[in-house]
């Protein structure tokens, strides 16, 4: 599976952990920016992730900004993009297992790097049930 990260100045320290972890797994990320701690606009990072995600680039996304929250906002203006912001264990296996999100999102000011290892871990680590969830799924990118 490719898996692409970018992150704004906010998140860019728990990317650099992050693609240190994958490394270790033999599974390196594709990181599309930003590259060091110089502020930047969250809304262009969630673009460039979603556009490398739309064009099956990579299979899923991780995002990261201060909070999680505007990143997560900007991502989800994009049809077909279903970005996850995960906040404990049950919400990783969710995210997963009902909205088959093909990104997942953090916090990079309100989490702690094995936090989110472990989060990374759990949805991986989950399948997608489909079922009546597909239906819902459907209904997400029906809308103008
Ligand atoms: C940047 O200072 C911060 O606003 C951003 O990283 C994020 O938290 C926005 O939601």
């Given at each position: 599976m490719k898996i692409a990260i970018a992150a704004d100045h906010g998140g860019f320290a728990l990317k650099e952990t992050l693609k240190q972890y994958f490394d270790t797994q033999n599974s390196p990320l594709i990181d599309l920016g930003t590259?060091?701690?110089n502020p930047v606009d969250y809304p262009d990072y969630a673009d460039k992730l979603a556009d490398f995600i739309l064009t099956k680039q990579a299979d899923l996304g991780i995002l990261i900004c201060g909070t999680g929250i505007g990143i997560s906002m900007a991502a989800n203006r994009h049809k077909g993009i279903r970005a996850a912001l995960i906040y404990n264990d049950f919400a990783a296996q969710m995210a997963k297992e009902?909205?088959?999100?093909n990104v997942i999102v953090f916090g990079g000011r309100t989490m702690t790097a094995d936090e989110v290892i472990r989060y990374c871990n759990i949805f991986l680590n989950s399948a997608y049930q489909g079922g009546h969830h597909q239906k819902r799924l459907d209904k997400l990118d029906s809308k103008e």
């Open positions: 590259y060091d701690t009902h909205n088959n999100a």
